[in-house]
């Protein structure tokens, strides 16, 4: 919204007037204007305010009755909004401001075709407002599902005025939702060609190259951006991404260093350049880039989880452990972290610790399978045999019936020496998937002796 709008002289001393509780006189078109305003900032007391003090002034003016029917519209208040549509429509029904909001009047009650229509008629009567009005019918089209035709409208808008970014976005999402970026590239070249400096337009079409893995035409699209606007943090990111992509991490490191003297919140830039550092296998270097994020903003979690993975492929399991902790901290619904952070306790031998965050991984994601046998896993190897048990059958074997869980199962009951249950538990192991018999006594070597038991009892 255009600066003066927010700096209006003629709304400062109205608002000026209602505090002193002064009588001023106004003519028509400066409250009409003053309404507007407050509409469009979503102040509804004050739209109130300065309606009930046009009225008052202009009890029969025409554009004020009709911002009634518009400060109605703004409340939600249809019914209202109606009466004094139905008692102004012989008078006013040629009038342009009239047509616009009986358009937006049954565009709100659900009933597009005919907001279409009067949004056609208004047309007719003022060019001025054309891409306007026709954002306003391809709006509709949208609501009815009709994509192709919201396009057509939308296209209207913008040739009728370039610099319409909504129109421009509009478009651009009508393409995305039929899915026809091909389509899409062409109307951002058509408009680039009339249009060459549009920012906009180059950066779009910059992303769609990305996304058909186009990444030189991106990239010379993003230059573009930026020979444009030097400083589009935007252009100079996606630049970076398409670098990423063809392997030539040094020169997407300094494409990003190249935003760091005017972005005023560099983190995730950091944080990117640290994981090129490590692409180039340069650990010291992508820990100090993760660092600085952090630094800048202690609640990106991904930079600490970054940190974390990368002291454990420096088998530095302590340090990893603390800054997946920090990660957890600020994430604690992330499944991986958790995964991340048992991995680096069960490195350390923290079986205990182990346990703890694998029971809450269970708890955030319970139908993954392997959460469970690494849990059951970890109770057999500090012992925790009747916990194991308790696991199994009240929570694992609930979601899954795998052979695995069964064979733990047993080793568990044997080792708790309550053979019968084991027994029965080996059985329906063996019944179940016998084809990891040696992988499982690998594990529970209790089951060797077990198994030949079974085998030499008659059917």
Known sequence: MDEDFFNNELIENFEQMLDNREYRYY?????????????????????????????KLHPDNLDIKIKRIDYLLFNNKLKEASLIIQELKEIASKEIDYLLVEARFWGMKNIPKKAIRLYEEALKIDDEETDFICNCIGNEYLNMDEVHSALIAFKKALKFNPENDYSFYSIVQCYEEINDERDCIEFLKDHIEDNPYSEAAWLQLGLLYNHQKEYNEAINSFDYVIAINPN????????????????EFSNAITTLEETLEYDTSPATTYLK??????????????????????????????????IASLYDKLTNFEEAEYYINRAIELDDKNVNYYKNSIYYLLKQMKFE????????????????????YAYIETLTAIGEYEQAIAIIISGALKNFNRAELFYQLSNAYYETNQD?????????????????????LDSYPILQEKIINLNQRPL
């Open 273 to 306: 350049i640290g994981e090129l550092y490590e692409k180039l296998d340069k650990p010291q270097k992508a820990l100090k880039a993760y660092h600085i994020c952090i630094k800048e903003d202690p609640q990106l979690d991904k930079a600490w989880a970054n």
């Open 27 to 55: 003519d028509s078109e400066d409250l009409v204007e003053i309404i507007e305003f407050y509409i469009e900032v979503n102040d509804s007391e004050y739209a109130k305010r300065a309606l009930e003090y046009a009225e």
């Open 232 to 247: 589009s943090i935007s252009a100079h990111t996606h630049k970076a991404n398409s670098l990423d992509a063809l392997g």
């Open 353 to 372: 610790e182990a346990v703890n965050k694998l029971e809450k991984l269970i708890e955030l994601d319970p139908l993954v399978f392997n959460s469970w």
């Open 420 to 440: 019968q249950l084991g027994d029965e538990a080996l059985t329906n192991a063996l019944l179940l998937d016998r084809s990891i018999k040696d992988d499982m």
